[in-house]
């Protein structure tokens, strides 16, 4: 039986890569070049730090390690100040009623983010109550595919891996999930999330019941 649903933030509960891509697209056109959504893709589930030598690499451009902390806080900085705007009307659609069926089913909801904005965002749209545990980029270090921030998050609710479900959009995210001994829903597509043990194209419409009925006897 699953006692807590671990959900990832950006592309499962709202949409902030809008944000992201806009913040580095407005960095990289300081540093003279064009950043495209196709460049915009291989950031995709990677860290801050490991974004901004992606961006670096598309432009040809290389810079000290002080020089990338500097560029890498301008960008948050610009960042914060677009999900500062956000409110509730940009949750995904379907995402707060089944984060409440899920916790009227007795099941412990924890948030499993690389992001170090997560709480800021939570915030903002009215979220972080239903949340028993936020695990986000200030309490981990290491990215997914590594399965440290599920697996924080199961072990400060004192709650055993094989009664967790995570849901997530991205293929590091799954991995992570597999590796940290859940279950695993991926949402979106199922040519990405193809090692998921379930795939839903969203949580509009779906039933967190449901979906748990569905799921294999063995993580």
Same mark, same amino acid.
């Given at each position: 039986?699953?006692e ?19 913040a580095?697209k ?6 003279g ?7 915009n ?6 860290s801050r ?9 598309v ?6 390690p002080e ?10 900085q ?15 659609? #379907? ?7 899920a916790k %009227?089913?007795? !099941?412990?909801?924890? =948030?499993?983010? /690389? *992001?170090k ?11 972080t109550e239903?949340f028993d ?22 072990e ?7 009664k ?21 829903? #991926?949402?979106?597509?199922p040519?990405?999330?193809?090692? %998921?043990?379930? !795939?839903?194209?969203? =949580?509009?419409? /779906? *039933? ?6 569905r ?5």
């Amino acid at each position: 039986m699953i006692e807590l649903a671990i959900f990832d933030l950006d592309g499962v509960i709202v949409d902030t890569a809008k944000y992201h891509y806009k913040a580095w697209k407005r960095l990289a056109a300081e540093l003279g070049f064009f950043f495209s959504e196709e460049h915009n893709e291989r950031l995709k589930g990677v860290s801050r730090m490991r974004s901004l030598e992606i961006l670096l690499e598309v432009g040809g451009i290389e810079k000290s390690p002080e020089e990338k902390e500097k560029l890498a806080a301008r960008k948050n900085q610009w960042y914060v100040e677009y999900i500062t705007q956000m409110d509730e009307s940009e949750i995904l659609p #379907g995402a707060l009623a089944f984060l409440r069926e899920a916790k %009227a089913a007795g !099941v412990k909801i924890a =948030l499993g983010s /690389a *992001s170090k904005n997560a709480r800021l965002i939570l915030d903002r749209l009215g979220l972080t109550e239903l949340f028993d545990c936020i695990i986000d980029g200030t309490v981990v270090s290491k990215a997914k595919p590594d399965p440290e921030v599920f697996a924080r998050a199961a072990e400060v609710l004192d709650i055993a891996p094989s009664k967790c479900v995570v849901f997530e959009d991205a293929f590091a995210g799954i991995e992570a999930g597999r590796r940290a001994g859940m279950y695993t829903v #991926g949402v979106g597509d199922p040519e990405i999330l193809h090692e %998921a043990h379930l !795939v839903i194209p969203s =949580l509009n419409d /779906a *039933s967190f019941t449901d979906l748990c009925n569905r799921l294999p006897s063995n993580p």
